[in-house]
């Protein structure tokens, strides 16, 4: 079985502060992970993933991720976040063993202030 | 290229009717999957199709059910709708081989009086 946790469900930061969405994830098989994004009214859109190789990856808008397999998690950072990164952030694991599944955290709201 | 596709994006229907939403998934995409999100529950997988197949199902009544059809595209069916089925459908399509990432529609706001 999968679980996925994400530690906070609401961060407000600071414009131009750095940032850090945590993520926990548990899974007996192999998995990969991503972080998707969430803006209002809209669907996700794909921030970054771990698929095999370096554990720290870079993805769109700035973000970058680090995978540490020995504490399980998944933490997503930003050095120098702006207004337009306001959205929810989700963190995700998926599987291909016994057919494809992914299964979501429960979201962070990263919140933005001037 | 054009992204994923949903249809309708707003729906309003009313207990014990039931619905067909439909999803088009990216030209060349031949998985697709569907999620259901609500601010209670967050975003819980639906099922997978591939070719056409069935091939993973979430943990949801019979009522919920899909297709596939030959062009990829994918319709979801709820049945005897409850109120607790008010949410967004979201579908999702990948390029199964092509490293595992889903490219997601703006979804179906699904409302049940």
């Known amino acids: 079985a999968q679980s996925v946790t994400q530690l906070d469900s609401q961060v407000p930061v600071f414009e131009e502060a750095p940032v850090e969405l945590r993520c926990n994830y548990s899974?007996?098989?192999?998995?990969?992970l991503f972080w998707y994004v969430q803006y209002p009214n809209q669907g996700l859109q794909l921030l970054l993933k771990y698929l095999s190789g370096s554990t720290l990856v870079k993805g769109i808008n700035g973000f970058e991720a680090e995978f540490n397999k020995s504490q399980t998690s998944f933490h997503l950072r930003k050095p120098s976040v702006h207004i337009s990164d306001t959205a929810e952030y989700f963190c995700?694991?998926?599987?291909?063993?016994?057919?494809?599944?992914?299964?979501f955290g429960a979201g962070t709201r990263l919140f933005v202030k001037a | 290229k054009a992204g994923v596709t949903q249809t309708p994006r707003y729906l309003i229907k009313t207990r014990g009717q039931q619905v067909t939403l439909s999803c088009s998934p990216i030209s060349g995409h031949r998985s697709v999957s569907w999620y259901q999100q609500t601010p209670g529950q967050g975003l819980q997988f639906l099922f997978e199709?591939?070719?056409?197949?069935?091939?993973n199902k979430g943990n949801f009544p019979g009522r919920f059910s899909g297709r596939q059809f030959s062009n990829s595209r994918s319709e979801m069916n709820v049945s005897t709708l409850e109120l607790g089925d008010s949410a967004l459908y979201l579908c999702a399509s990948r390029k199964p081989g092509q490293g595992y990432e889903q490219y997601f529609g703006p979804g179906t706001r699904l409302t049940v009086t």
């Open positions: 995700a694991v998926t599987r291909n063993t016994g057919g494809f599944k992914t299964i």
């Open positions: 199709y591939f070719s056409e197949t069935q091939r």
């Open positions: 899974s007996s098989v192999s998995v990969y």
